[in-house]
T-cell receptor, first 112, second 113 residues
Framework: AQSVTQLGSHVSVSEGALVLLRCNYS??????LFWYVQYPNQGLQLLLK??????LVKGINGFEAEFKKSETSFHLTKPSAHMSDAAEYFC??????????FGKGTRLSVIA | EADIYQTPRYLVIGTGKKITLECSQT?????MYWYQQDPGMELHLIHY???????EKGDLSSESTVSRIRTEHFPLTLESARPSHTSQYLC????????????FGQGTRLTVV
């Protein structure tokens, strides 16, 4: 079985500051990990995914995440926050050909 | 353009009514999913399908039912809507493959009064 835990339901950063959203996973098989973003009244959009090819994964909009097996983590970062980054962010895990299991989400606020 | 579509986007309906939420995708994906998203943001898998005539219940118990008669179409039905069914419903699809991500529709926000 797979599960993810997102630490912090709400994160607030200043514009231009580092964004760090935390995700820890649990999986009985090698995991496949994903980060999604959701804007108000929209569906989810894929930011990036970990496929075991590389531990540092680069995604869209300047986001990246690093897979750390020893820490069972897949934290999402962006060096400099922009106002347009304000949204809900979801970490998800799959064990392969199984449906994605999502974390509870983290709301990111960006302060001007 | 390949995409996944959900209709209606918003629905307000009275208690006891039968409703069907539509979901269609033009990407040729075999796998389709329904997630329920509560006001606290968390997504719960309620139904999924790996192909025509294949449907499974997800982790969250739901009174809704689904059907998969055509690859591109995965409707969700509530026979008798109740206020407890008020939520956002998200449809998604993915292709076969161990690292295949899910593509999401824009969602249907259902309010039962």
């Amino acid at each position: 079985a797979q599960s993810v835990t997102q630490l912090g339901s709400h994160v607030s950063v200043s514009e231009g500051a580092l964004v760090l959203l935390r995700c820890n996973y649990s999986s009985s098989v090698p995991p496949y990990l994903f980060w999604y973003v959701q804007y108000p009244n929209q569906g989810l959009q894929l930011l990036l995914k970990y496929t075991s090819a590389a531990t540092l994964v680069k995604g869209i909009n300047g986001f990246e995440a690093e897979f750390k097996k020893s820490e069972t983590s897949f934290h999402l970062t962006k060096p400099s926050a922009h106002m347009s980054d304000a949204a809900e962010y979801f970490c998800a895990v799959s064990g392969g050909n199984t449906p994605l299991v999502f974390g509870k989400g983290t709301r990111l606020s960006v302060i001007a | 353009e390949a995409d996944i579509y959900q209709t209606p986007r918003y629905l307000v309906i009275g208690t006891g009514k039968k409703i069907t939420l539509e979901c269609s995708q033009t990407m040729g994906h075999d796998k389709m999913y329904w997630y329920q998203q509560d006001p606290g943001m968390e997504l719960h898998l309620i139904h999924y399908s790996y192909g025509v005539n294949s449907t499974e219940k997800g982790d969250l118990s739901s009174e809704s039912t689904v059907s998969r008669i055509r690859t591109e179409h995965f409707p969700l039905t509530l026979e008798s809507a109740r206020p407890s069914h008020t939520s956002q419903y998200l449809c998604a699809s993915s292709e076969w493959g161990r690292v295949s991500e899910a593509f999401f529709g824009q969602g249907t926000r259902l309010t039962v009064v």
